[in-house]
T-cell receptor, first 113, second 114 residues
Framework: GDSVTQMEGPVTLSEEAFLTINCTYT??????LFWYVQYPGEGLQLLLKATKADDKGSNKGFEATYRKETTSFHLEKGSVQVSDSAVYFCALSGRGGSYIPTFGRGTSLIVHP | NAGVMQNPRHLVRRRGQEARLRCSPMKGHSHVYWYRQLPEEGLKFMVYLQKENIIDESGMPKERFSAEFPKEGPSILRIQQVVRGDSAAYFC????????????FGEGSRLTVL
């Protein structure tokens, strides 16, 4: 079945550092890919998405590119802030099969001043 | 605020009691999903419902767990005879249609079983 693998956390960075959180997926067909963010004590919020190969999703300085050849959707940000500290979830929703989103385990990001 | 509303936010139960978690989807949304988040684990799908119908319950434990989304009122996730392993955060999400994968989440209900 469909699955998502994320790098394990926590990822600890200093403010203004470059961020990469790796995400790879396994799916049948051509899924849509998502990054969600969960701030402490809150529910998940959609951060960005990409619906087809080579699409780049972006929001709030975060970017991720849908790489079909490597089945990856890595999250990047050029300069993180303390307020970016949260848990980030990669997810997919499979066209041609179940549309129920499958989530990765989440990667905790801690940004120090 | 017309977001997804979950209640209670925190629920404490003793082993053997029943837990009922409620979810009101965003206005105009007719698709509801329940996920469970265990410590050190990701978000695990439990059940997907539309009004008066269970569409997919492949993630629901076969016993003690049930869900409904009646024509009127919130969706309810019911856990009977709770055990300590049921302690988790339960998230409800909604969407206006079922085929996009883009979900709107509530803040979750945190169940603690003593």
């Amino acid at each position: 079945g469909d699955s998502v693998t994320q790098m394990e956390g926590p990822v600890t960075l200093s403010e203004e550092a470059f961020l990469t959180i790796n995400c790879t997926y396994t799916a049948t067909g051509y899924p849509s890919l998502f990054w969600y963010v969960q701030y402490p004590g809150e529910g998940l919020q959609l951060l960005l998405k990409a619906t087809k190969a080579d699409d780049k999703g972006s929001n709030k300085g975060f970017e991720a590119t849908y790489r079909k050849e490597t089945t990856s959707f890595h999250l990047e940000k050029g300069s993180v802030q303390v307020s970016d500290s949260a848990v980030y979830f990669c997810a997919l929703s499979g066209r041609g099969g179940s549309y129920i989103p499958t989530f990765g385990r989440g990667t905790s990001l801690i940004v120090h001043p | 605020n017309a977001g997804v509303m979950q209640n209670p936010r925190h629920l404490v139960r003793r082993r053997g009691q029943e837990a009922r978690l409620r979810c009101s989807p965003m206005k105009g949304h007719s698709h509801v999903y329940w996920y469970r988040q265990l410590p050190e684990e990701g978000l695990k799908f439990m059940v997907y419902l539309q009004k008066e119908n269970i569409i997919d319950e492949s993630g629901m434990p076969k016993e003690r767990f049930s869900a409904e989304f009646p024509k009127e009122g919130p969706s309810i996730l019911r856990i009977q005879q709770v055990v300590r392993g049921d302690s988790a955060a339960y998230f409800c999400a909604s969407s206006p249609q079922g085929a996009t994968g883009e979900l709107f989440f509530g803040e979750g209900s945190r169940l603690t079983v003593l």
